[in-house]
């Protein structure tokens, strides 16, 4: 919160930020108190921006309760990642606004954004456009260019979507993801069951994040991603500033984006507050 009030920001704490659910320890409180408090802020026009405090579980099982005609008729940045990915995918597909996958308070903000992340996460907040992100030739698993729309989050969340009203998967699109904590015949698994239901062959590029302990070896995850996309013949980049390791760079969802692996550059020419892309 200090973080946030250094820079001049009025800051509200959601009443139930410190609670737990008192028989199953794994989620931040019942249901009805957590829904209750996102839909009093999505409701509250003093609210410029929700922040959440951290990932975890249980955005999925209040998704059926969220009271979308309030962001859709007041649309504000939404921030966060991991569990949040749930929320980010339901908003788009209910209001067709986008929201941003990004820092938390407990861990990114906590911990302090780099210098670069910091000045990112501020400017596209304001509507700053263009806006380029550079990556290593390292970074490259497969040459291309691409534009398409950017949809994702965490792996594991988008897999789990799969196939409740508000899976939101864009055909002709751009998909980023990262995860943490899964053995790479986990991520196998994921990655076989979208390849499995025909989603895989409709992407323009994929973006990947840092994958936080997923398997102990580096050259076999990205032996394991070359196995899945390279067929594909799209451009797909890998260890990108987002995910599990914190100090995340700012990613709007449902932005319109280009990549290209020549000039080791991501685009977004689009203000990032003013998107109705998703669909």
Not at 99 to 120: A, C, N, T
Not at 242 to 265: K, M, Q, Y
Request: charged share 25%; with cysteine.
């Amino acid at each position: 919160m200090r973080a946030l009030e250094t820079r001049g920001f009025r800051v509200t704490l959601a009443s139930n930020a410190f609670e737990r659910e008192r028989d199953r320890t794994y989620l931040a409180g019942p249901d009805s108190e957590r829904v209750d408090q996102f839909n009093a802020l999505l409701r509250d026009a003093s609210i410029d921006a929700i922040f959440f405090t951290r990932g975890g579980y249980g955005a999925m099982r209040i998704l059926d309760q969220i009271d979308y005609e309030a962001f859709r008729n007041d649309p504000r940045a939404v921030v966060g990642y991991s569990d949040v990915t749930a929320l980010h995918m339901a908003l788009a597909r209910e209001t067709g606004f986008g929201s941003f996958h990004g820092p938390m308070l407990d861990f990114d903000l906590f911990e302090g954004l780099s210098e670069p992340v910091e000045k990112w996460l501020w400017k596209m907040l304001a509507g700053a456009s263009p806006m380029k992100l550079d990556f290593e030739r390292e970074a490259v698993l497969a040459e291309g260019e691409a534009e398409g729309t950017l949809f994702g989050g965490c792996l594991s969340l988008i897999v789990a979507m799969a196939g409740t009203p508000w899976d939101f998967w864009i055909d002709d699109g751009i998909l980023f993801f990262e995860d943490v904590g899964e053995d790479l015949y986990r991520i196998d698994r994921m990655l076989t069951h979208l390849r499995l239901s025909g989603r895989l062959r409709s992407l323009r590029a994929v973006l990947i994040g840092r994958l936080k302990n997923c398997g102990s070896d580096e050259r076999a995850a990205h032996s394991l991603l070359r196995d899945f996309f390279i067929p594909l013949g799209i451009p797909v980049v890998c260890d990108l500033p987002f995910g599990h390791h914190g100090n995340n760079v700012l990613i709007p969802f449902g932005a319109r984006v280009t990549v290209d692996t020549e000039s080791c550059s991501i685009v977004f020419p689009d203000p990032a507050t003013a998107i109705p892309e998703a669909r």
